[in-house]
T-cell receptor, first 111, second 112 residues
Framework: SQTIHQWPATLVQPVGSPLSLECTVE??????LYWYRQAAGRGLQLLFY??????ISSEVPQNLSASRPQDRQFILSSKKLLLSDSGFYLC??????????FGSGTRLTVV | TQLLEQSPQFLSIQEGENLTVYCNSS?????LQWYRQEPGEGPVLLVT?????EVKKLKRLTFQFGDARKDSSLHITAAQTGDTGLYLC????????????FGAGTRLTVKP
């Protein structure tokens, strides 16, 4: 069966520090991978999506970047965090099945 | 501006009552999904609808996709406290990328 792992679960980082959130998928190959950010009352905002290795599309210009060095690994990064980067970050995968499977999320607080 | 508008934003009811929440848009979607999310967790897929006018039932939950594929509703019969959560709808525009756009959600509280 397919599983998705996302870590860490919570993170407190100072302004200006770097960020690296990792997401890995097991039990499937060539999945579509996604990073979303969720803010209270605004639903999920799509940040990045990838349909293959090194194929990344960005939805929102921002302080973040994404990379996909391996088929089932998706990384969200920042060189210098801003206060506005705080939020709940979710990784998800799909395989053209019209359904997403989400990771358990990372609560990022920038202080 | 949200691509998908969900209403109501908050809903608090007693156990045993029925309820309907709505997901509306001016855009046409190739598919529409409903998710439920618990605090501190990722959303969990409940259903996907792809055909205009489609109705799907999942135990006490009934999902309907509008004929024009622009809107959807979720009806819960005889709500239980376990139905409490954030209900999110998501619409897909481009099948190849399956990049879904989410509404802000309806936060449902079912009181015992």
């Amino acid at each position: 069966s397919q599983t998705i792992h996302q870590w860490p679960a919570t993170l407190v980082q100072p302004v200006g520090s770097p960020l690296s959130l990792e997401c890995t998928v097991e039990g499937t190959s060539n999945p579509n991978l996604y990073w979303y950010r969720q803010a209270a009352g605004r639903g999920l905002q799509l940040l990045f999506y990838s349909i293959g290795i090194d194929q990344i599309s960005s939805e929102v210009p921002q302080n973040l970047s994404a990379s996909r060095p391996q088929d089932r690994q998706f990384i969200l990064s920042s060189k210098k965090l801003l206060l506005s980067d705080s939020g709940f970050y979710l990784c998800a995968w799909s395989a053209f099945s019209y359904g997403y499977t989400f990771g358990s999320g990372t609560r990022l607080t920038v202080v | 501006t949200q691509l998908l508008e969900q209403s109501p934003q908050f809903l608090s009811i007693q156990e045993g009552e029925n309820l309907t929440v709505y997901c509306n848009s001016s855009s046409v979607f190739s598919s529409l999904q409903w998710y439920r999310q618990e605090p501190g967790e990722g959303p969990v897929l409940l259903v996907t609808v792809v055909t205009g006018g489609e109705v799907k039932k999942l135990k006490r939950l009934t999902f309907q996709f509008g004929d024009a594929r622009k809107d959807s509703s979720l009806h819960i019969t005889a709500a239980q406290t376990g139905d409490t959560g954030l209900y999110l709808c998501a619409g897909g525009v481009r099948e190849l990328y399956n990049d879904m756009r989410f509404g802000a959600g309806t936060r449902l509280t079912v009181k015992p």
